[in-house]
């Protein structure tokens, strides 16, 4: 199957961003990944991506596949051509060190600023953390991120504002909120509001984005929930948008009264 792939590539030393196009004609079976290793190997030795479990575990091999960003190790070639023409870039929101490799010291900077590990409980004497399916059920999902950064490349609210968690850490805080044995429960719900969670604009990219099924948005929408139960407020609401006043601001609509209802 012939087809060609179009990759955003950056020079580290020239700092020169541009596209290159490689024409291929391989197995029509191939996932993106795959394709990209034929490219390295066999046609141009100096593309540079990152990679390494090929299962869908590592979440290494996340790119922006036709504006999207996806896990390519995890998707068939054939079935993403536009027009046969395959398009990659690399992560957005991220800085590019070299092509498709860019540096995601920022989410991980993300996931320590939000304490997104256990702080336990000291455990019962004589006895372990007794946990009922019921509550691991309640953060089973969350524990199959992969930290691919997908969720956090494709989400707007990240990119507007430089203070958002980012999806993928507000799933992870989700998590350990609904864990008993954690010891941080009520400043783990402050922390969401250090990380402007009601900057969520509801889009649901982040659950196109996730390869692993995972709904970041609905775990956003459950933390507001229990930060406004926890006494603070969604900034949003104090006003309507921009406009101070609500709704009073638009003046006379001609017979509508916008506060009516």
Partial sequence: MKYQVKIKRYNPTTKENYFQTYDVDLDE???????????????DPTLTYRAFCKSAICGSCAMVVNGQSKLTCKLNTKENLIDGVLVIEPLK???????????QDKGFDILKK?????????????????????????????????LCMACYSDCPASE?????????????????????????????IDMTMDGNI???VECQACIIAC????????????????AMSQGHQNPNMQSFGNFGGGFDDFGDFGGFNPNGF
Avoid: W
């Fill in 160 to 188: 507007s504002d430089e203070k958002y968690f980012g999806p993928f850490a507000f799933s992870k805080m989700l998590r350990f909120i609904n864990d008993s044995r954690d010891s941080i429960t009520n400043e783990r």
């Fill in 114 to 146: 939000s304490k997104n590990f256990m702080i336990p409980k000291t455990p019962p004497k004589d006895s372990e953390f007794l946990i009922l399916p019921k509550e691991e059920a309640s953060y089973d999902k969350q524990t199959e991120c992969i």
């Fill in 211 to 226: 390869p692993k099924g995972l709904t970041p948005q609905f775990d956003i929408k459950t933390l507001q929930t229990k």
């Fill in 93 to 103: 929101q991220f800085d590019v060190i070299k092509d498709l490799v860019v540096n």
């Fill in 29 to 43: 079976k191939l996932t993106i990944l795959e394709t990209l290793e034929y490219i390295k190997n066999h046609i």
């Fill in 198 to 200: 009601f900057s969520c």
